[in-house]
């Protein structure tokens, strides 16, 4: 577990970078600029009764800001984007938030239900909401 927490904040570690990066790009607000402190617990789920959560993007945030979480879950997060593309099961609604929220999804049943695996950079939350449409099945840790 310890190997896994170890990844884990090297990824993140790797997720600010390039998020202070693109952020020296181009202007954002002030409270933008502000990290968000996330703690998560020691180890193990962030459980509900039924022990079932899921992470989904937010809704009222910057499209840039969806779009450069999207590009590193897929990208250096590892994630199978593979569903989300063109013809694939998860590829309906055609949305950055659908979209999104799937990765980010992906990414945190990955990585072990830890709520910092589902910051994104403030993008997302944790909810107990199956967000599952249609064919699109998201992913649910078997542990």
């Not at 181009?26 to 193990?44: D, F, H, N, Y």
């Not at 459980?47 to 840039?64: K, N, R, S, Y």
């Not at 989300?84 to 309906?92: H, L, W």
Request: charged share 15%.
């Amino acid at each position: 577990m310890t190997e896994k927490i170890f990844i884990l904040h090297g990824l993140l570690l790797i997720q600010y970078v390039y998020q202070a990066s693109a952020i020296s790009e181009q202007s954002v607000k002030a409270e933008a600029a502000v990290p968000i402190l996330t703690l998560s617990p020691p180890e193990g789920n962030t459980t509900f009764l039924d022990g079932t959560t899921w992470c989904v993007a937010l809704p009222d945030v910057e499209e840039t800001a969806l779009q450069r979480a999207l590009d590193w879950a897929c990208g250096p997060g590892s994630v199978d984007c593979g569903y989300i593309e063109r013809g694939r099961e998860c590829y309906e609604p055609n949305t950055l938030l659908s979209h999104a929220s799937f990765a980010f999804n992906s990414y945190y049943q990955q990585n072990g239900n830890n709520d910092i695996a589902c910051n994104f950079g403030g993008v997302a939350y944790v909810t107990t909401h199956n967000p599952s449409h249609g064919i699109c099945r998201f992913l649910v840790s078997s542990e």
